[in-house]
């Protein structure tokens, strides 16, 4: 959001400066100091997305606070227009501190202090206060150079106000994302408002600062660009510590993508136990200690019948092709998943690879990076076997991948006697989200049978067994089923039990795309635990 608009103020006595491109710097500062107003906004949204998981919560919050501080701070400026140059440079040396290291302060916020949504209120708050006072100053700074009506004035002022906006809101993730990620990037930003509007007043009027007023300027711009490149210069080690003040075992790897935060932990017991695990925006994936249990579960019961080709959606970390690879006259698989550097840690780093035992180097394997939403949208092959291992419907980003209509372009990929696996989430700690899941499936005329199994990393674990046609289908396990550890027949018929209190969630509405309810159910119930 950039600078809202403010009445324009009256004209000022004071002379106009000299310098004949003073409107057109004046302009540049505008435009520069709504770019950087825009990054970060975005930036808080997206710190928030990342840490949190809940996008539309996050910029609800920003987004509101910041507009409504915005107006306060239009207000507050106005008794500060007789001295608009150096209350400007005053404001932007404050935007910029507090701008450039909102990112920083507010991660280890999170990560020390678990005080992130206060801090991020109030950082929204100030942020949205400073940016406010901005454009009725700019007015009067604008007006003292060049005598125009008021409509002129906020024509050029909004005109070069919205130009800078769109710059910066598409350099937050193009370029700025990219190139030097979320802490750094702030920090550059800090530094380029701070430059923007100290060069204006300390140039163009430099006439209207006392020499004192002006010595003062220089010591404190000095003083913020010093704590903003000691920052930027610590930003790596200090990402280092705040990640790992995140996580109980040492971090083994840790990458940040345009998609998620990618971290892979790894620690020994003290018996001499390895436990390598697998986070995505912090939320656990596999431990090795147990993931074989999920994962047999997961895939087994649905290769029963014809198995040719099969499809996963999800499952980046190979453990799922592992177990689908251990049947020989299985011909092919077409493995679907967002982030392509999942993919490369599963098949390039010994820790992930020689759990999923290679699975990615397996000639059978067609490895796609791609949306699974948007592929299956241009998705013509059909697939005697499906498994859908998305993570859990705690975001907006991942609800989409539980709603009836993507339900219904996997469908439109499983042959008439095909069989899909639905990993659902927890029956125990989430059960309106889990049985969301089957009343979805339902709503498409398809067949299920819900099962649940134990895995210590994640407690209680359930999927769904689908199939099209009115008869449920029965989870068994194939007649040449490979040895496995933690399922046998008994075992599978006794999943199908569950406890009283646990039971399946009648009259629960499906999940769609405009009514991702899946997403109230599942952040109202993990929000327990």
Request: proline share 6%.
């Amino acid at each position: 959001m950039t600078t809202t608009e403010a009445a324009p103020a009256q004209q000022d006595s004071a002379p106009a400066p000299p310098n004949r491109g003073a409107r057109f710097a004046v302009l540049v500062a505008v435009f520069v100091c709504a770019a950087c107003g825009l990054v970060y906004e975005l930036a808080l949204v997206a710190l928030g997305s990342y840490l949190i998981g809940d996008t539309i919560g996050q910029a609800s919050i920003v987004l509101s606070l910041m507009v409504f501080a915005m107006g306060v701070g239009a207000l507050v400026a106005k008794p500060l227009q007789p001295w608009a140059a150096a209350s400007f440079a005053g404001i932007e040396l404050a935007l910029a501190l507090l701008g450039g290291l909102s990112v920083l302060g507010l991660y280890a916020a999170f990560a020390w202090l678990s005080l992130y949504l206060p801090a991020l209120i109030a950082t929204a708050l100030v942020l949205g206060l400073l940016i406010g006072a901005e454009i009725p100053l700019l007015m009067v700074l604008l007006q003292r150079i060049r005598s125009q009506d008021a409509g002129s004035a906020v024509a050029d002022l909004f005109a070069a106000d919205y130009v800078g906006g769109l710059v910066g809101g598409l350099a937050f993730p193009f370029l700025l994302l990219p190139l030097f990620g979320q802490v750094q990037g702030a920090l550059l930003v800090g530094m380029l408002n701070a430059a923007a509007g100290l060069g204006l007043v300390l140039t163009v009027f430099r006439r209207e600062l006392s020499k004192r007023a002006r010595l003062l300027l220089i010591g404190a711009s000095a003083l913020v660009a010093g704590l903003l490149l000691g920052a930027y210069a610590y930003a790596d080690d200090f990402e280092v510590t705040a990640r790992q003040a995140l996580y109980s075992a040492p971090v083994v790897h840790a990458e940040r993508t345009p998609y998620q935060d990618v971290v892979l932990t790894e620690s020994v017991s003290l018996s001499g136990v390895r436990d390598t695990r697998l986070f995505l925006n912090g939320d656990l994936q596999f431990s090795s200690v147990d993931e074989y249990r999920y994962h047999e579960a997961l895939v087994h019961p649905a290769m029963c019948g014809p198995r040719g080709r099969v499809l996963v959606l999800g499952g980046g970390d190979g453990l799922a092709l592992r177990e689908i690879l251990r049947y020989p006259d299985v011909r092919e698989v077409t493995l679907v998943d967002l982030d392509p550097a999942v993919l490369k840690l599963a098949r390039d780093d010994e820790r992930v690879s020689s759990l999923n035992h290679d699975a990615f180097r397996d000639p059978r394997v067609h490895a796609i990076p791609a949306d699974a939403f948007s592929w299956l949208r241009e998705n013509r092959d059909r697939y005697d076997v499906v498994f859908v291992d998305m993570p859990d419907a705690d975001s907006t980003a991942t609800a989409k991948l539980y709603s009836a209509e993507f339900y219904g372009l996997v469908r439109q990929a499983m042959t008439d006697r095909a069989r899909m696996v639905v990993q659902a989430g927890s029956p125990y700690f989430a059960p309106k989200a889990y049985w969301c899941v089957e009343a979805t499936l339902r709503s498409l005329g398809l067949a299920t049978t819900p099962y649940e199994v134990s895995v210590p990393a994640f407690g209680e674990w359930g999927f769904h067994l689908v199939t099209q046609g009115s008869t449920p289908p029965e989870p068994r396990l194939p007649d040449d089923v490979p040895p496995l550890r933690s399922l046998d027949a008994d075992t599978l018929r006794a999943a199908r039990t569950f406890p009283p209190d646990r039971a399946r969630l009648p009259d629960l509405r499906p999940s769609t795309l405009m009514h991702p309810t899946i997403l109230d159910y599942a952040q109202g119930e993990w929000t327990n635990y």
